[in-house]
């Protein structure tokens, strides 16, 4: 199967703007997926598709791609931002993820 | 509301089966439209698709747990099941179940997580 390479950690200063990306071939054929997780907790889905929010996540946050990386930006980071973040992605077996990348709120 | 909720042993031995099942609420897996499936995450790891299941019985595995993986769907009692034979203590984890969208492929709805270890 395919992979998603993640950076594993990136920090962003409280209210400034963060982007998060993902790399991998699949991402050229299909649109990532982005889950949020806090420690704990199962993930939660941010962002899908070409750039969609589900309900009751905040619009700081958006998605884009080029190529054969993804990305998920947070504008204006919040404290309860802090989390791991993994990118996801069909491939010709079914689906991958990435490493996820650790979010810390400075 | 959509809520799945895995159960099973928290503990297992090498060598033997792994089973869990996810109980679904709020959605009838017969309804169609959704993918029923299986994630883990190792500890302090990312995490790792292992496979889903439609209502029908079409299944699809993750290429490196194929040969000891099963996935089955229950309409009758609206719960899918995971077996993963031959366990090794590398197959510890947090073991969550998750609702795909047929159409888009994301996982909208997660059931909590539970760990299973394996050890003797």
């Known amino acids: 199967s395919s992979e998603l390479t993640q950076d594993p950690a990136v920090s962003v200063a409280l209210g400034q703007t963060v982007r998060i990306t993902c790399q991998g071939h699949?991402?050229?054929?299909?649109?990532a997926t982005w889950y949020q997780q806090k420690p704990g907790q199962a993930p939660v889905l941010v962002m899908y598709?070409?750039?969609y929010r589900p309900s009751g996540i905040p619009d700081r946050f958006s998605g884009s791609s080029s190529g054969s990386t993804a990305s998920l930006t947070i504008t204006g980071a919040q404290a309860e931002d802090e989390a791991d973040y993994h990118c996801n992605c069909r491939d010709g077996s079914g689906t991958v993820f990435g490493g996820g990348t650790k979010l810390t709120v400075l | 509301q959509v809520q799945l909720q895995e159960s099973g042993p928290g503990l297992v031995k090498p060598s033997q089966t792994l089973s869990l099942t996810c109980n679904v609420s709020?959605?009838?897996?017969?309804?169609?439209?959704?993918?029923w499936s299986w994630i883990r995450q190792h500890p302090g790891k990312g995490l790792e698709w292992i496979g889903y299941?439609?209502?029908?019985?079409?299944?699809y595995h993750n290429p490196s747990l194929r040969s000891r993986l099963s996935i089955s769907v229950d309409m009758s009692k609206n719960q899918f099941s995971l077996n993963l034979s031959s366990v090794t203590a590398a197959d510890t984890a947090v073991y969550y179940c998750a609702r795909v969208s047929s159409g888009s492929y994301y996982f909208d709805h997660w059931g909590q997580g539970t760990l299973v270890t394996v050890s003797s």
């Open positions: 598709g070409k750039n």
């Open positions: 709020g959605a009838s897996i017969s309804s169609g439209g959704y993918f």
């Open positions: 699949s991402l050229r054929s299909y649109y």
């Open positions: 299941s439609d209502y029908t019985g079409i299944t």
